[in-house]
């Protein structure tokens, strides 16, 4: 049984829809993140969360500790975005990753 | 550049043979973690160091891989009588705390 899971697991969405891609855990965490990573292969930090909301840009993240799930919302998307973003949990030392969810934003 | 670095970017490898991958991470991090990421999956963890010392290493870590830090700045994992297996993305995150990881832009090994 996967820790993280993410769903969807593959997303297509027409440019300006709005995105939600979710992650539920089983684990009791400090922490949790969102990564994103482009076909190249770079993962870049999005959020680190442990309570409440974080927002940059057109980017949302949420996180409710009592039911252990997570949100990313995209605000008016663009085909930029199209890239897998991956959700990972930390507890203890440890980093737990999700499979990612792959985004296809089309024009 | 500032951010983490990882040399090379791709390897070609045959089966049997030993490979090297190096990690620079950021100057002042304290910390850094190897991960392996196949097709489909997200990145699982393989071994961490707080400055020299390696602190934890994954399962995944078998006898044919070895990591070493050896003055705490940039790291080395090395992989032996590799195996086509072993194809995968190498990636490389250092952290100065235990929270917030930054990624390097992973090396890219087939072994064909």
């Known amino acids: 049984k996967n820790e993280v899971e993410q769903s969807p697991q593959n997303l297509t969405a027409q440019e300006g829809e709005f995105i939600t891609i979710n992650c539920s855990y089983s684990v009791g965490i400090s922490a949790l993140h969102w990564l994103q990573q482009h076909p190249g292969g770079g993962i870049v930090s999005l959020f680190m969360l442990s309570s409440g909301k974080k927002k940059h840009g057109r980017l949302i993240a949420t996180i409710n500790i009592q039911e252990k799930h997570s949100s990313l919302h995209i605000t008016a998307s663009h085909p930029r975005d199209s890239a897998v973003y991956i959700c990972a949990v930390r507890f203890d030392d440890k980093i737990i990753f999700g499979k990612g969810t792959r985004l296809h934003i089309l024009p | 550049d500032t951010g983490v670095s990882q040399d090379p970017r791709h390897k070609i490898t045959k089966r049997g043979q030993n490979v090297t991958f190096r990690c620079d991470p950021i100057s002042e991090h304290n910390r850094l973690y190897w991960y392996r990421q196949t097709l489909g999956q997200g990145p699982e963890f393989l071994t961490y160091f707080q400055n020299e010392a390696q602190l934890e290493k994954s399962r995944l870590l078998s006898d044919r891989f070895s990591a070493e830090r050896p003055k705490g700045s940039f790291s080395t994992l090395e992989i032996q009588r590799t195996e086509q297996g072993d194809s995968a993305m190498y990636l490389c995150?250092?952290?100065?705390?235990?929270?917030?990881?930054?990624f390097g832009p992973g090396t890219r090994l087939t072994v064909t």
């Open positions: 995150a250092s952290s100065l705390t235990a929270h917030e990881q930054y």
